[in-house]
């Protein structure tokens, strides 16, 4: 009796050890209500101190853009960069990503999607506008702030990959 129940207990943990990863998964994955708030909330932009205003308009540009490139890509384009959006979100929740990669950035998704010439170009448009109305909406010392930070950015990055 005793072998049986150990057999069982044993069994048990062995399942709930093999689908913990699965469930902790499927919750990260499921969207937010607050999906939308994640860049005004980290990064450069939670530095920068923006007011509610100012992140409800970021908020607007973003899913202005994400619309807007939407409209340039193919079904089989929007499907593949979705897929490789989700791999690299499953990187980083696994402590992979940055540290190990290849410094790729954010912009590495879009060069396997064999884009045109003119999807290319309406892309470089698409983000040079977002970039544009994004910087309007800060304060004089906001953007000086910012373009600090992106300096820092690049030259850590120049130290840490000297080519």
Same mark, same amino acid.
């Given at each position: ?7 069982? @207990? ?21 969207? %937010? ?15 920068? !101190?923006? #007011? ?6 970021? /908020?607007? @540009? !973003? ?10 890509? #193919? ?7 979705? &897929? ?6 499953? =990187? ?6 940055? %540290? ?10 879009? &060069? %396997?999607?064999?884009?045109?010439? &003119? =999807?290319?170009?309406? @892309? ?7 970039? =544009? ?8 010392? /906001?953007?000086? /702030? ?8 690049? %030259?850590?990055? /120049? ?5």
């Amino acid at each position: 009796m005793k072998r049986k129940t150990l057999s069982f @207990i044993a069994a048990a943990f062995a399942l709930t050890l093999t689908a913990t990863p699965f469930v902790a998964q499927a919750q990260q994955t499921a969207p %937010s209500p607050q999906a939308g708030k994640e860049f005004t909330q980290k990064g450069p932009w939670k530095k920068l !101190g923006l #007011t509610d205003e100012q992140k409800a308009k970021m /908020q607007e @540009i !973003g899913r202005n853009t994400r619309a807007e490139m939407d409209k340039v890509l #193919t079904p089989a384009q929007k499907e593949q960069l979705k &897929a490789q959006m989700q791999e690299r979100r499953n =990187q980083r929740s696994q402590g992979e990503g940055r %540290s190990e990669g290849k410094g790729r950035g954010k912009r590495e998704p879009f &060069a %396997s999607l064999n884009l045109t010439e &003119a =999807q290319k170009t309406r @892309i470089q448009e698409i983000r040079k506008s977002s970039k =544009q109305q994004m910087e309007a909406v800060l304060t004089p010392a /906001q953007r000086e /702030q910012l373009k600090k930070m992106w300096e820092n950015k690049a %030259s850590r990055r /120049q130290q840490s990959n000297p080519q």
